[in-house]
């Protein structure tokens, strides 16, 4: 086994977990399971315009959801609490004051009009804007309510990104850049270099949208003294049609949304860990241990990865199908139907065993099996919408029936027994399955599918089977 990884989650409490940030967990939670190291949840909540009350206690309540359990964090501590930023602004001043007396750090004297001066007249003489050219002769004294700004030394770079490979930039890329900001608060870029050394991090994970600022980091970590941990950056997770970043408006939800949907906090990881990664085999449907044993990080493709729900849903139905049937049933409380209430456990198990195979998240277990528990009105458009059904005549229809009810009243609705009767009919009508099977099917269910034929007789029972049949033809 490798040496124990220890990575971080460290997200900012802006607003709901989405499948980039939990993409992001999951790859450093896999890398600290799969090593014995330790995951580590830290709250970067330094931006305090853009915070969201609540957001914190939501990425709490989606990592658990996920079962995405941390080794420490704001809620359960460890050796180097706290773990919210804003609480370790001590810490931000010491490494702050440890720039200074370097030389490496600067009061940034300017207001915002001196800025746009600067901008302006880069942009006339058609050349980027860096704030390193406009550093002041003699900065003032820090006192706190001015910016700390970073003292950059431009170079070139050559690094290895765990993902992307072997990169380079040149000097015009680093920048002189805000350490602590007026209102005392450090800026990310200052904060999470300063916690992940404090904290031990091995591996950092992150998103694409920070690859440009990666070199101004590395200038920051050499004058501290410090060596950098392991980056790997996460290629983004593209919209459903692969021309986009993934956004809000692209209908990917709340990842807590997809749980309470009934979404299995396995499918999510299986699918979630899909997007930029696969072992090199076929295997689309793992489990939680499979994952663990089988990740890494040179498996992570450098290009996008397209969102795909519909990919979503026959994943999570491959995951209940696996599912033994009492562990479904336990899973499924919340999701049944009002009327399902009236009925026992046993009658209940044995109509999930029926839909078990077709269900695609525990939300749909209402449309799937209301008719289970209700005699739902006869609905004629369910023949006339049939393209087959609508081709026969109401006296052809009604025959059919009758000759299905005659059968079905000798019969002792065993499965054997059903299935037996129901090939007879088909040979003594001289009708096909589609056609005869799907006239009992809506006549017994009054819905557009059901699970076969001779299974929802037996379950519905010999009783409201006929007299279902009976209210079809009277209907006719």
Known sequence: MSSPIRTRFAPSPTGYMHVGGVRTALFAWLLARQTGGQFVLRIEDTDRARHVEGAEQHIIDSLKALGLNYDEGPDIGGPFAPYRQSQRLDSYKRWAQQLIDSGRAYADPYSAEDMQKFRDQAQANKQPFLYRNHRPDKPPVWDGTMPLRFKSEPKAYQRIDAVMGELSTGPETIDDFILIKSDGYPTYNFAHII???????????????????????????????????????????????????????????????????????????NFIASLGWNDGSEQEIFSVQELIDKFSLDRVQRSGARFDEQRLQWMNGAHIRNLALDDLYALCAAYWPAEANQSNDNYKQQVLGLVQERLKFLAELPELTGFFFIDLPVNPELITSNKQLSKLSQEELKSYLEQAKASLEQSDFSLDDLTSRLNDLLTTTGQKPGILFSLIRIATTQAPFSPSLAETLAVLGKDRSLARLNSQINAL
């Open 195 to 269: 916690d992940d050394t404090e904290m031990r991090i091995s591996h950092i994970i992150r998103g694409q949208e920070f690859l440009a600022s990666i070199p101004n980091y590395l200038n920051l970590y050499e004058a501290l003294g410090l060596t950098p941990p392991i980056m790997a950056t996460m290629p983004h997770i593209m919209a459903p049609d692969g021309k986009k970043k993934l956004g809000k408006r692209d209908g990917a939800k709340d990842v807590l949304d997809y749980i309470r949907d009934g979404y299995l906090p396995e499918t999510m990881l």
